[in-house]
């Protein structure tokens, strides 16, 4: 064997490794008979299976089927974290477990889509209705659910309380036995989520209704309600307490089962009616049915005296009666009367007391068997897929379930035992047929050498008992149909003739000496495939006719009761047809049901019973062996030893284990069968140890897979490995490449924004750049659309550089050029704006300053222009005056008197003729001028009277005062000189009105003298001021020069 290239010896690595693995997973016994050493010894076989079950490991397997011994007590391995443990796992992996084929099964149908079953046989107590149980919980608990369907897990769940306190009985072998079989499908859709499911239900063991053997119990939901339901409900059903007071119930001594409760189990069942969709109506209507069954046990009959029948116990009846909703003389006359109908007319005959009797039995067991089957067809519409669901996806597969009675043999055997094991032997025919015929088949289709290994095939007993006209039911039926006197003992008779040598048939008259001596008369013993039974029959014909007297049934017609209306129709009243015979109805329905298995992939729990005590730890091997042998588990080992253990299609073995071959990692490109092979070559398989088939690989001993798988086990961490680095770089270069991918995507959208942006504030200058150009070229035109652009922003430059550039004082006269095109807003402007300064200078003007340039302004209108030394005044200040009062001489002010002295100044007063300079103050009134010599006023002129004022246009301060020649008192004009000569000029020109009298001559002013005659004073322009007599007897005033640079 090799191993990671290394040739590795058996006892190498690998094996270690191996082994390891094998003691984890079997650390008693072998988890796989196929691994048993003496795989033909049945010794070892019930060995392996006992020493497990000491220890509690009560699951083994052959191969893929589970064999499930009870271990009678509760088990610490069916909690939710060993239901994880299971999911998702393969058989090989994890020890045996019934999780486990309920995980492979539902992997089987997620994978493949196609429809499974899980068959569960075994005989009475052997824990089927358990492993069905802990199959449907797995289910529940672990597949996804649906949204809507949260409930359906539920609704399975709880349809097995109810169904078990309906169907379920004590019984000498089994506490809790199914008597029913019963068949489920649990619908999954896509996702694996249950979303339906669907019961089958065979064969009620009805007769239990009325008579159980020693020991056993009627049906349980009679002791629960006596138990558990309430004092009132017991009153509305006019029950009493104890089950002795009951005729139905007290046939088997036995009223109380010691491992269950009936009070807690009739809380359960009261507790799941509602979720499975029961009313409150619907319940009390069954239970009214169950009550109406245990009066009617008590309805007792006397016998009159011609023989006939009649009820000697009114309350039962009439509680029946009210119970059921239906009349009670017409109840009364029905269980004592049979109504025959012939050709001509319908007859009532009276019935004798067996008669009645068995009349009212048969009431009571088609009511409880048709309240049974309204049961389960009320739990099915409560499971049903959804209608929209059902529609939209008919092929959702599903899973079924099928836990039926097992192999029964009784102390006395009657009809139901008989369709028991007739049941069981088809089971055993359909797991011959999928599992040992077509396990050689499958050889023979591979092409595989094999020596067929012999195995017994139970077809014959099948026949025996199925055949048309041959078989065991068919002559029943003929004797039940027969005219004439029939009965259960000519019967036995054809069957004697008819089957007489049939080599699985044997009757008292025909078995040898030692067989008669346990058979009675009444019997016949069939060879089962799983041993042999005595049938006794007594009752075959009765129970095969399952007939009620039609007037009964005409009764429970009219029944008020829901339930007993719909399960007793009218149409069966009137039809004339006679009703299917209850072993055609099984054979039928059992062949429907062989049907339905054989199109779903099986899986099989074969379960075993180790002891009849129902005992925890108890190994009973001589029973073990039986049921070993009838279950066929070594025929099923040694065809899976003698065969291949394992077997795989080529191309999921190379799958699963390419990895351990260098050539077939990670990929193999040519034919899988060469891949298969050149795979096992690599792993030094021994020609011995597999073959290869047309398309599958058979691989001899479990040893050699074990030996792979742990290879691949210990293969895994380096796949692990490898397929993490890979991943991961995948990943990442995945997320390299998106991450570039982005950044250039962003980049170039960037990009493109950008170049768009440019290009528009490109185009956008372009197509100024050549408005501008082209207004420029039309700016002289008018606005046009050419030049529009362009003027209006010469324009808006101009007015912003200009808002920018305007002049702040009203002296100020700079002024922005203005381009053309605005030359007349910008004079307006500047009109604006320099009125606005104006206007704001002249507000903020105090009255002082107003009348200072009041002064000023008329300075400016006199002189301006005219007069050399003008311009040095404009920014000299005038005064008020220039001569305080406390200057003037105060004879001078008494003189003047009230007219106050508006002015005055110091000036020179110049002689007329000899021009002696003489100083004087020149005082104005309001009305005259005076000049004043220190004390005296010397002169005074009446402004009135004065006939102008003349200076000169030079820089000089000479005044002259023009006089009236006429007036005498004056003697002539005054020459007089100032220094400030405009101030003075001003003043006098206001205040005397004489704005319009100055003169202002150039080079001499003429004057007037004494007495008329007249002198000159002459300007010149010298370097300093100079006044004095000059030629010609005029006056010469030198005036300085005024440098105006
Ligand atoms: N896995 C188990 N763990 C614990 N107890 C179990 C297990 N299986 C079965 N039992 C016990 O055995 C009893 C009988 O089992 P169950 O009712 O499943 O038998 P059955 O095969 O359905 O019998 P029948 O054919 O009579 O219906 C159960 O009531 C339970 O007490
Ligand atoms: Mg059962």
Known sequence: ?????????????????????????????????????????????????????????????????????????????????????????????????????????????????????????????????????????????????????????????????????????????????????????????????????????????????????????????????????????????????????????????????????????????????????????????????????????????????????????????????????????????????????????????????????????????????????????????????????????????????????GFEVLEHNSFEQFCINYCSEKLQQLFIELTLRSEQEEYTTEGIAWEMVPYFDNKIICDLIEEKHKGIISILNEECLRPGETSDASFLEKLEDTLGNHPHFVTHKLANGKTRKVMSREEFRLLHYAGEVNYNVNGFLDKNNDSMNRNLKEVMCQSDNQIISRCFSREEVTDQKRPQMAATHFKNSLLKLMEILMTKEPSYVRCIKPNDAKQPGHFDEVLVRHQVRYLGLMENLRVRRAGFAYRRSFEAFLQRYKPLCPETWPNWDGRLEDGVATLVNYLGYQPEEYKLGRSKIFIHLPKTLFLTEDALQAKKPEIALTLQTSWRGYRERAKYKRIRHAIIVIQSAWRGMKGRRRARRRRQAAELIRRFIKGFIYRHEDYCPENEYFLDHVRYSFLIKLSKNLPTSVLDKSWLASPPSVTEASEHLWKLHMQNMVTKYCNRIQPEWKNQMTQKVVASEIFKDQKDNYPQSVGRLFLDTRIERDQINLKVLQTLGSDKVQYGAPVTKYDRRGFKPRPRQLLLSNTFAVLVDKTKIKQKIDYASLGGISVSSLSDGMVVLHMPTEDNKQKGDVLLHCNHVIELVTKLALIARMLNYINIKPGSIRYAGARGTEGIVDFVRGSELKVAKGKRGHLLVTAPRINTT
């Open 1 to 405: 064997m090799r191993y990671q290239g290394k040739e590795v010896d058996i006892e190498g690595r690998v094996r270690l490794v191996m082994e390891s693995t094998l003691t984890a997973r079997d650390r008693v016994g072998v988890q796989d008979f196929l691994l048993l050493e003496n795989h033909n010894s049945e010794a070892a076989f019930i060995e392996n299976l006992r020493r497990r079950f000491g220890e509690n490991l009560i699951y083994t397997y052959i191969g893929s089927v589970l064999v499930s011994v009870n271990p009678y007590k509760e088990l610490e391995i069916y909690s939710k974290p060993q239901m994880e443990r299971y999911r998702g796992v393969s058989f090989y992996e994890i020890s045996p477990h019934i999780y486990a084929v309920s995980d492979n099964t539902y992997r089987a149908m997620k994978i493949t889509w196609r429809d499974q079953c899980i068959l569960i046989s075994g005989e009475s107590g052997s824990g089927k209705t358990e492993a069905s149980k802990k199959i449907l919980l797995y289910y529940a608990v672990t597949c996804p659910t649906h949204d809507h369907m949260t409930t359906l897990g539920d609704r399975l769940l709880q349809s097995n309380p109810v169904l078990e306190a309906f169907g379920n009985a004590k019984t000498l072998r089994n506490d809790n036995s199914s008597r029913f079989g019963k068949y489920m499908d649990v619908q999954f859709d896509f996702k694996g989520a249950p979303v339906g499911g669907h019961i089958l239900n065979y064969l009620l063991e009805k007769s239990r209704v009325v008579h159980q053997n020693h020991g056993e119990r009627n049906f349980h939901i009679f002791y629960q309600l006596l138990d558990g339901g309430s004092n009132d409900l017991l009153q509305t059903l006019d029950l009493e307490r104890n089950p002795q007071n009951y005729q139905y119930l007290v046939k088997g001594s036995c009223s109380r089962v010691s491992s269950a409760s009936d009070k807690n189990n009739w809380k359960v069942v009261m507790n799941a009616l509602p979720v499975i969709g029961f009313t409150e109506e619907d319940i009390q209507n069954v239970l009214n049915i169950i009550a109406s069954i245990l009066h009617l046990g008590n309805t007792q009959f006397g016998e009159g005296e011609e023989g006939e029948a009649h009820i000697t116990t009114e309350t039962p009846l009439a509680n029946v009666a009210k119970l059921l909703g239906v009349d009670a003389s017409s109840l009364s006359n029905a269980l004592t009367h049979k109504k025959l109908i012939t050709k001509e007319e319908e007859v009532i005959i009276p019935l004798n007391f067996e008669q009645a009797m068995s009349a009212r039995d048969a009431l009571a067991k088609a009511v409880y068997g048709r309240t049974f089957t309204w049961l389960v067809e009320k739990i099915n519409q409560s499971l049903a897929l959804k209608d929209d669901m059902y529609h939209s996806n008919k092929a959702f597969p599903v899973i079924g379930l099928l836990d039926i009675y």
